[in-house]
């Protein structure tokens, strides 16, 4: 039985990088608004575990999104448990500066196998286990992929707008078999990722203030007001929203970021 508190009674749900930031935030929502079953994918094993200690239904699962042995993991997991998946969000993702003129071949696969090839290779190992019709998809994108700055960081863009494309083409091509897909688009939110990609904590939180201030609302986005849409765009009510991108950034898009660095006039 289900109401408004759990819209997730008994559905079981996958959630790449469910191991921190965003996506444990929404692994938590779904747990605690009903599901069965949440798969929270990860390589580090630890992470995860400690992750799974947040809610007795958070079920870790040791996978590289960017394999197909991953895929396979989490495929095998859920054949081992319940079998069928209702909801499986893309969040699991990671960006490296590659500036035109120094591309570093290693990384540029790395952000693209991790974000864009991963969801495609995990959506294809899965599709028989979703359940149709009514199962869920939603990808965690970026603002970045639709209102890309002059930072060095194209093919992180490029990864997040490849997202938003295999979003608008899902939801038709699978439309027919009852999956909605749609996708989350975060601007600047507190979490560890820009630690992970290497920049020192003063630096990550320089660049926190910094980005802040180019929001309508005057700050990072905390994880849970990102996660919270991911959930609401999977929960049954949605049912009649696919193929959508909802940017939740605090309104960096609209005012403009230092998005933008003036044309060098030619000689
Ligand atoms: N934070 C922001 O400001 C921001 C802005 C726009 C978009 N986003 C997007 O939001 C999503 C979540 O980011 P976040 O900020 O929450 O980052 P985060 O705290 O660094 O979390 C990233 C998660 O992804 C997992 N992950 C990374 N590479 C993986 C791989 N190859 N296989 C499996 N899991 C992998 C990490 O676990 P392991 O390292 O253990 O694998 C971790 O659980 C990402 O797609 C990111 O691009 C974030």
Same mark, same amino acid.
């Given at each position: 039985?289900?109401?408004?508190?759990?819209?997730?009674?008994?559905?079981? $749900?996958?959630?790449?990088?469910?191991?921190?930031?965003?996506?444990?935030?929404?692994?938590?929502?779904?747990?605690?608004?009903?599901?069965?079953?949440?798969?929270?994918?990860?390589?580090?094993?630890?992470?995860?575990?400690?992750?799974?200690?947040?809610?007795?239904?958070?079920? *870790?699962?040791?996978?590289?999104?960017?394999?197909?042995?991953?895929?396979?993991?989490?495929?095998?997991?859920?054949?081992?448990? *319940?079998?069928?998946?209702?909801?499986?969000?893309?969040?699991?993702?990671?960006?490296?500066?590659?500036?035109?003129?120094?591309?570093?071949?290693?990384?540029?696969?790395?952000?693209?196998?991790?974000?864009?090839?991963?969801?495609?290779?995990?959506?294809?190992?899965?599709?028989?286990?979703?359940?149709?019709?009514?199962?869920?998809?939603?990808?965690?994108?970026?603002?970045?992929?639709?209102?890309?700055?002059?930072?060095?960081?194209?093919?992180?863009?490029?990864?997040?707008?490849?997202?938003?494309?295999?979003?608008?083409?899902?939801?038709?091509?699978?439309?027919?078999?009852?999956?909605?897909?749609?996708?989350?688009?975060?601007?600047?939110?507190?979490?560890?990722?820009?630690?992970?990609?290497?920049?020192?904590?003063?630096?990550?939180?320089?660049?926190?203030?910094?980005?802040?201030?180019?929001?309508?609302?005057?700050?990072?986005?905390? *994880?849970?007001?990102?996660?919270?849409?991911?959930?609401?765009?999977?929960?049954?009510?949605?049912?009649? $929203?696919?193929?959508?991108?909802?940017?939740?950034?605090?309104?960096?898009?609209?005012?403009?970021?230092?998005?933008?660095? *003036?044309?060098?006039?030619?000689?």
């Amino acid at each position: 039985m289900t109401d408004n508190s759990t819209p997730f009674a008994g559905q079981h $749900v996958v959630v790449t990088g469910g191991s921190s930031g965003i996506g444990r935030a929404a692994a938590l929502i779904f747990a605690r608004q009903g599901a069965e079953t949440v798969f929270i994918t990860g390589r580090d094993a630890e992470r995860l575990k400690e992750a799974a200690t947040l809610h007795p239904n958070l079920v *870790p699962v040791v996978a590289d999104v960017a394999t197909a042995e991953g895929a396979d993991a989490v495929e095998a997991a859920v054949a081992a448990g *319940p079998g069928v998946v209702d909801v499986l969000v893309h969040n699991a993702g990671i960006t490296k500066k590659t500036p035109i003129g120094r591309v570093n071949m290693a990384d540029v696969m790395t952000v693209l196998g991790t974000n864009l090839i991963g969801p495609l290779l995990l959506t294809d190992r899965l599709l028989a286990r979703l359940r149709t019709p009514g199962a869920s998809i939603v990808f965690v994108t970026s603002v970045e992929g639709h209102r890309p700055p002059p930072f060095g960081s194209s093919v992180y863009a490029a990864s997040k707008a490849g997202g938003e494309a295999f979003t608008r083409a899902w939801a038709v091509e699978l439309g027919e078999k009852g999956i909605r897909v749609n996708a989350v688009a975060p601007g600047v939110t507190r979490t560890d990722a820009a630690v992970r990609a290497g920049f020192s904590p003063a630096d990550a939180q320089l660049a926190l203030e910094i980005f802040s201030q180019a929001t309508v609302a005057g700050r990072p986005g905390e *994880p849970e007001e990102v996660a919270s849409w991911i959930t609401r765009l999977a929960e049954p009510g949605s049912a009649y $929203v696919t193929g959508q991108v909802i940017s939740v950034d605090g309104g960096i898009e609209l005012a403009g970021l230092p998005m933008k660095r *003036p044309m060098k006039p030619r000689p």
